[in-house]
T-cell receptor, first 114, second 114 residues
Framework: QQQVKQSPQSLIVQKGGISIINCAYENTAFDYFPWYQQFPGKGPALLIAIRPDVSEKKEGRFTISFNKSAKQFSLHIMDSQPGDSATYFCAASGSRGGADGLTFGKGTHLIIQP | DTGVSQDPRHKITKRGQNVTFRCDPISEHNRLYWYRQTLGQGPEFLTYFQNEAQLEKSRLLSDRFSAERPKGSFSTLEIQRTEQGDSAMYLC????????????FGQGTRLTVV
């Protein structure tokens, strides 16, 4: 049973455009929602994270929107650049805001076309 | 470099052999996690330690897998009698304990069982 569903599986965006990746979760005990960026052959790198006490968090060109009632959250990448081309994973955990035992989505392969 | 370090980066082994991987977490982090990632999938949680105590093990961690963190610093993950299905990227992550913590991943060890 997949507890975090991520879409789309792949995404092509023109340089300067907005990339949007969506995730939905089932477990209402989840209370920590990070996004990771992964380049080929590398480990995942933490990009941005949100906790359910806020509905939006912005860091530079990256924004997480969180909808607790719908059990959905999304990543927006503004002014997308070729260097943003990577695989993005959403994740969730339910350890009272910590990072224990993250459940990951299946990933979105993002390509930014110059 | 003060990030999470994993060794080796790549390992090719014959089916039936034992392999051991090492992870050195960020020095002040008392929590250490092991994940497994197969091609095209998100990381899957295997187990985690708080200091030297192994607090949780996933059902994915079969009897052939064993993890240790003897002095609460580095950790080892051993796979006995490897099978082709064990081929994957094994990722280690670490974090501080507490509610407002983030997990940081190493580069991973790519295991190929032939």
């Amino acid at each position: 049973q997949q507890q975090v569903k991520q879409s789309p599986q792949s995404l092509i965006v023109q340089k300067g455009g907005i990339s949007i990746i969506n995730c939905a979760y089932e477990n209402t005990a989840f209370d920590y929602f990070p996004w990771y960026q992964q380049f080929p052959g590398k480990g995942p790198a933490l990009l941005i994270a949100i906790r359910p006490d806020v509905s939006e968090k912005k860091e530079g060109r990256f924004t997480i929107s969180f909808n607790k009632s719908a059990k959905q959250f999304s990543l927006h990448i503004m002014d997308s650049q070729p260097g943003d081309s990577a695989t993005y994973f959403c994740a969730a955990s339910g350890s009272r805001g910590g990072a224990d035992g993250l459940t990951f989505g299946k990933g979105t392969h993002l390509i930014i076309q110059p | 470099d003060t990030g999470v370090s994993q060794d080796p980066r790549h390992k090719i082994t014959k089916r039936g052999q034992n392999v051991t991987f090492r992870c050195d977490p960020i020095s002040e982090h008392n929590r250490l996690y092991w994940y497994r990632q197969t091609l095209g999938q998100g990381p899957e949680f295997l187990t985690y330690f708080q200091n030297e105590a192994q607090l949780e093990k996933s059902r994915l961690l079969s009897d052939r897998f064993s993890a240790e963190r003897p002095k609460g610093s580095f950790s080892t993950l051993e796979i006995q009698r490897t099978e082709q299905g064990d081929s994957a990227m094994y990722l280690c992550a670490s974090s501080l304990m507490g509610m407002n913590t983030e997990a940081f991943f190493g580069q991973g060890t790519r295991l190929t069982v032939v």
